[in-house]
């Protein structure tokens, strides 16, 4: 057999990510020494990123099942029923490292790859959703970064049709030299109409469509999986370059092939490109696969097998097609304007043999590749351990607040409160003409095309949390989704996740990871909300001058629930004056870890709220109970700065003021005098303001959670007490962060 490259050295084998011991289990995998296309091949599907080496034992113990799940992790996306014969098919994934180096770039295509993955399935894309982690906004790269990464999301999704619905962004210093770029997209599939990555059928036609072969991105699984050194310019050439045109015709193309009887299976190719996608569909369909390299369509003259097995040139598919129908499908693509070419069979031997000018330049067994790859159970700190380590303070005494008024004022004008309009009015959110609820709600909701059915969509995580308590962390960053999508009226159906953690060879880190991975699983047992799709992103850390050494603990979820009607779906607004406010949940003030505490008073101290997930559930049902049937005209869910945030985000929303009193509870379970301060900004979980018309709630002797009538809509002014803060003055301090912050940039 040919070999590709002098004599692996140890340096090439450390160049590829892989460690002296993994390179002994290639060695023992195929009895020989590798050449350096095999060592490439290896390396991509033994890193963190294709492989969750450090991640899969913990994995495999959530909840990824329900009466509504059709298909759970393991696939390109997660599947579930929504009825009529219908299923949504979703996912979030990470493209941090790529942001990074290059935003806009890095950005498009994660965009471009997570649309991938949904349409693979046999799912066109209805909506996608982002959650972005930046830096200290004066950071000098910070609004380079901003930039590039939202022009990089609406140039991508703008271009390709699909509306992008929503996100959340947070800062943190955290963040200086490792941002996060999670893109999620949901589609719509006919149930009988899924598609899966098994391959089968010896002698069946492997086919390569969309675009050519290049050489960019080669390497960016591999770079994914390592955390950032001095040089990560560098790695520029390892970002990948997307046309959202071509992705547009690829959809169009694959739906139109997805309707005929044609394919056997499909996989787009993503991270690790050509390597990755074939093996995944050799390995899961119990086959072998013979690829001839001189059919991949290149775009660049004299590539070797290494480099387009390794390449992650953007809007490619691979698929196994059935006997005959080749030239059926070539057709389609051609007429899509797509490359189309048959590179391989399906064979018996469970090996991958590629042919390159007439030569075997690769021979080697599928199993060690995926499903016999290295797997860690890597040491974690304990919770005393953690906590020492982590070092955060106790709150100790609260301090007080001498101006509640100039405290709201700071909180709404903060980077992480302020109005994201600047971003989403970058995005095109109403393409397809079929969203209802538009960015700056708790969940975006798309109408399912021709139906009175809307999909509710939210992204969610609170890092800070997760910092100060892995565990309790894990716990809200379900429970906030779960929230959003039940305050728009939506029954929660099941989660995506992108879990953005640090070097998992640090025990401490392992501990957020498997703290985070441990509240998660629980809630999501208790709340009936499984998690069906995922991503997991480490080593997302920088040496780079100014960055911090490890980003937050950042397990982002996204939640998708589904309303029967949307014609009966909540918004955040105000709807007349002189409604009267609800506050649904029980208050007891709590202000560790708040935004409060922080922006106000500079302190990032004490533990973060705790979540009650019978209380969660409790609350979440009564809410959907309010909207269905008893009237609620607006809805929010209080979470970052509390409830003085939360009415004054709908006051705004509407231009309809309010009056709050703070008093007169409807039923037992209210906390007795809280003092100004956690009473207006203390974070306490599970809970909701709602309007409804006057009087609507006061025949409501018992309820399944505290319900405190706290005021009444009306004027051009938040009132609270003495205080009395004007829209007029509200307004500018929330709407002028990014304008501010992005003015060098306009």
Same mark, same amino acid.
């Given at each position: 057999?040919?070999?590709?490259?002098?004599?692996?050295?140890?340096?090439?084998?450390?160049?590829?990510?892989?460690?002296?011991?993994?390179?002994?289990?290639?060695?023992?995998?195929?009895?020989?020494?590798?050449?350096?296309?095999?060592?490439?091949?290896?390396?991509?599907?033994?890193?963190?990123?294709?492989?969750?080496?450090?991640?899969?034992?913990?994995?495999?113990?959530?909840?990824?099942?329900?009466?509504?799940?059709?298909?759970?992790?393991?696939? @390109?996306?997660?599947?579930?029923?929504?009825?009529?014969?219908?299923?949504?098919?979703?996912?979030?994934?990470?493209?941090?490292?790529?942001?990074?180096?290059?935003?806009?770039?890095?950005?498009?295509?994660?965009?471009?790859?997570?649309?991938?993955?949904?349409?693979?399935?046999?799912?066109?894309?209805?909506?996608?959703?982002?959650?972005?982690?930046?830096?200290?906004?004066?950071?000098?790269?910070?609004?380079?970064?901003?930039?590039?990464?939202?022009?990089?999301?609406?140039?991508?999704? @703008?271009?390709?049709?699909?509306?992008?619905?929503?996100?959340?962004?947070?800062?943190?210093?955290?963040?200086?030299?490792?941002?996060?770029?999670?893109?999620?997209?949901?589609?719509?599939?006919?149930?009988?109409?899924?598609?899966?990555?098994?391959?089968?059928?010896?002698?069946?036609?492997?086919?390569?469509?969309?675009?050519?072969?290049?050489?960019?991105?080669?390497?960016?699984?591999?770079?994914?999986?390592?955390?950032?050194?001095?040089?990560?310019?560098?790695?520029?050439?390892?970002?990948?370059?997307?046309?959202?045109?071509?992705?547009?015709?690829?959809?169009?193309?694959?739906?139109?092939?997805?309707?005929?009887?044609?394919?056997?299976?499909?996989?787009?190719?993503?991270?690790?490109?050509?390597?990755?996608?074939?093996?995944?569909?050799?390995?899961?369909?119990?086959?072998?696969?013979?690829?001839?390299?001189?059919?991949?369509?290149?775009?660049?003259?004299?590539?070797?097998?290494?480099?387009?097995?390794?390449?992650?040139?953007?809007?490619?598919?691979?698929?196994?097609?059935?006997?005959?129908?080749?030239?059926?499908?070539?057709?389609?693509?051609?007429?899509?304007?797509?490359?189309?070419?048959?590179?391989?069979?399906?064979?018996?031997?469970?090996?991958?043999?590629?042919?390159?000018?007439?030569?075997?330049?690769?021979?080697?067994?599928?199993?060690?590749?995926?499903?016999?790859?290295?797997?860690?159970?890597?040491?974690?700190?304990?919770?005393?351990?953690?906590?020492?380590?982590?070092?955060?303070?106790?709150?100790?005494?609260?301090?007080?607040?001498?101006?509640?008024?100039?405290?709201?004022?700071?909180?709404?004008?903060?980077?992480?409160?302020?109005?994201?309009?600047?971003?989403?009015?970058?995005?095109?959110?109403?393409?397809?003409?079929?969203?209802?609820?538009?960015?700056?709600?708790?969940?975006?909701?798309?109408?399912?095309?021709?139906?009175?059915?809307?999909?509710?969509?939210?992204?969610?995580?609170?890092?800070?949390?997760?910092?100060?308590?892995?565990?309790?962390?894990?716990?809200?960053?379900?429970?906030?989704?779960?929230?959003?999508?039940?305050?728009?009226?939506?029954?929660?159906?099941?989660?995506?996740?992108?879990?953005?953690?640090?070097?998992?060879?640090?025990?401490?880190?392992?501990?957020?990871?498997?703290?985070?991975?441990?509240?998660?699983?629980?809630?999501?047992?208790?709340?009936?909300?499984?998690?069906?799709?995922?991503?997991?992103?480490?080593?997302?850390?920088?040496?780079?001058?100014?960055?911090?050494?490890?980003?937050?603990?950042?397990?982002?979820?996204?939640?998708?629930?589904?309303?029967?009607?949307?014609?009966?779906?909540?918004?955040?607004?105000?709807?007349?004056?002189?409604?009267?406010?609800?506050?649904?949940?029980?208050?007891?003030?709590?202000?560790?870890?708040?935004?409060?505490?922080?922006?106000?008073?500079?302190?990032?101290?004490?533990?973060?709220?705790?979540?009650?997930?019978?209380?969660?559930?409790?609350?979440?049902?009564?809410?959907?109970?309010?909207?269905?049937?008893?009237?609620?005209?607006?809805?929010?869910?209080?979470?970052?700065?509390?409830?003085?945030?939360?009415?004054?985000?709908?006051?705004?929303?509407?231009?309809?003021?309010? @009056?709050?009193?703070?008093?007169?509870?409807?039923?037992?379970?209210?906390?007795?005098?809280?003092?100004?301060?956690?009473?207006?900004?203390?974070?306490?979980?599970?809970?909701?303001?709602?309007?409804?018309?006057?009087?609507?709630?006061?025949?409501?002797?018992?309820?399944?959670?505290?319900?405190?009538?706290?005021?009444?809509?009306?004027?051009?002014?938040?009132?609270?007490?003495?205080?009395?803060?004007?829209?007029?003055?509200?307004?500018?301090?929330?709407?002028?962060?990014?304008?501010?912050?992005?003015?060098?940039?306009?």
């Amino acid at each position: 057999m040919s070999s590709t490259a002098s004599q692996i050295t140890p340096e090439i084998v450390a160049e590829h990510g892989l460690s002296p011991e993994e390179y002994d289990r290639v060695l023992k995998a195929i009895g020989r020494e590798p050449n350096l296309t095999e060592l490439g091949i290896f390396s991509v599907m033994w890193s963190e990123h294709c492989s969750y080496k450090s991640s899969k034992i913990h994995l495999m113990k959530l909840p990824t099942t329900g009466p509504q799940v059709i298909c759970g992790p393991g696939e @390109n996306a997660g599947v579930v029923d929504i009825g009529d014969g219908q299923a949504a098919i979703f996912k979030m994934e990470s493209h941090n490292h790529p942001s990074y180096i290059e935003p806009y770039q890095g950005a498009a295509t994660g965009v471009g790859g997570i649309l991938r993955d949904v349409f693979t399935m046999g799912a066109r894309p209805i909506a996608n959703m982002n959650a972005l982690r930046f830096g200290r906004p004066d950071h000098p790269k910070m609004r380079h970064l901003i930039s590039g990464v939202v022009r990089g999301i609406g140039g991508y999704g @703008n271009c390709v049709g699909v509306p992008t619905v929503g996100g959340e962004v947070n800062f943190h210093p955290a963040y200086d030299g490792n941002i996060l770029v999670n893109a999620m997209t949901v589609g719509i599939a006919d149930t009988d109409k899924i598609f899966y990555s098994a391959a089968s059928g010896v002698g069946n036609s492997i086919v390569y469509v969309g675009s050519k072969t290049g050489r960019d991105g080669i390497h960016g699984a591999t770079m994914a999986s390592a955390d950032f050194g001095e040089d990560s310019e560098a790695k520029r050439p390892t970002v990948q370059v997307g046309d959202p045109f071509t992705e547009k015709l690829l959809i169009e193309a694959c739906l139109e092939l997805m309707s005929s009887d044609a394919i056997v299976a499909i996989q787009d190719m993503g991270a690790a490109g050509l390597t990755s996608s074939s093996v995944e569909m050799a390995s899961k369909g119990g086959v072998g696969l013979l690829l001839n390299m001189d059919a991949v369509p290149q775009r660049e003259t004299g590539m070797t097998a290494y480099e387009m097995m390794l390449s992650e040139s953007q809007e490619r598919m691979l698929m196994v097609l059935k006997p005959g129908r080749e030239a059926f499908a070539e057709a389609i693509f051609h007429k899509w304007e797509l490359d189309f070419a048959v590179i391989g069979e399906v064979t018996d031997t469970g090996r991958m043999v590629l042919i390159h000018h007439g030569e075997t330049v690769c021979d080697i067994p599928l199993g060690p590749l995926a499903d016999d790859a290295p797997l860690y159970d890597r040491p974690a700190a304990s919770k005393e351990e953690y906590k020492a380590w982590a070092n955060v303070q106790p709150l100790g005494d609260i301090p007080q607040s001498t101006d509640i008024g100039a405290d709201l004022l700071k909180l709404m004008a903060s980077p992480d409160i302020a109005s994201r309009r600047w971003i989403w009015e970058q995005y095109d959110h109403m393409v397809g003409a079929d969203t209802v609820q538009r960015p700056g709600g708790d969940a975006a909701v798309v109408r399912v095309h021709g139906s009175t059915k809307g999909i509710a969509i939210s992204t969610d995580c609170t890092p800070r949390y997760c910092y100060a308590d892995p565990y309790e962390g894990g716990k809200q960053a379900i429970a906030e989704c779960y929230r959003n999508l039940s305050a728009v009226g939506a029954t929660p159906l099941a989660v995506t996740n992108c879990l953005n953690f640090a070097n998992p060879q640090r025990p401490e880190i392992m501990a957020q990871l498997t703290g985070c991975l441990e509240g998660m699983g629980d809630a999501c047992r208790a709340l009936d909300f499984p998690i069906v799709s995922g991503n997991v992103s480490l080593y997302n850390e920088s040496k780079a001058t100014g960055g911090g050494s490890a980003i937050l603990p950042t397990p982002a979820i996204g939640g998708i629930g589904l309303l029967a009607d949307v014609d009966r779906m909540a918004t955040i607004a105000f709807k007349d004056e002189g409604e009267d406010i609800y506050l649904i949940g029980h208050s007891v003030g709590h202000l560790g870890q708040s935004l409060w505490l922080r922006e106000v008073h500079g302190q990032e101290a004490g533990s973060p709220p705790p979540v009650n997930l019978v209380d969660e559930r409790k609350a979440a049902d009564f809410v959907r109970l309010l909207i269905a049937e008893m009237g609620a005209t607006a809805v929010h869910d209080c979470s970052d700065g509390g409830l003085l945030v939360t009415v004054a985000e709908m006051a705004l929303a509407s231009g309809i003021g309010a @009056n709050l009193v703070g008093q007169g509870p409807l039923n037992k379970g209210r906390v007795g005098d809280l003092p100004v301060a956690a009473w207006a900004f203390g974070e306490d979980q599970a809970r909701y303001v709602v309007t409804v018309p006057k009087g609507t709630l006061d025949d409501v002797l018992v309820a399944p959670v505290a319900v405190d009538k706290i005021g009444t809509t009306g004027g051009a002014a938040l009132s609270f007490g003495t205080s009395q803060i004007p829209l007029a003055d509200l307004r500018p301090a929330h709407e002028g962060f990014f304008p501010k912050l992005m003015d060098a940039e306009l």
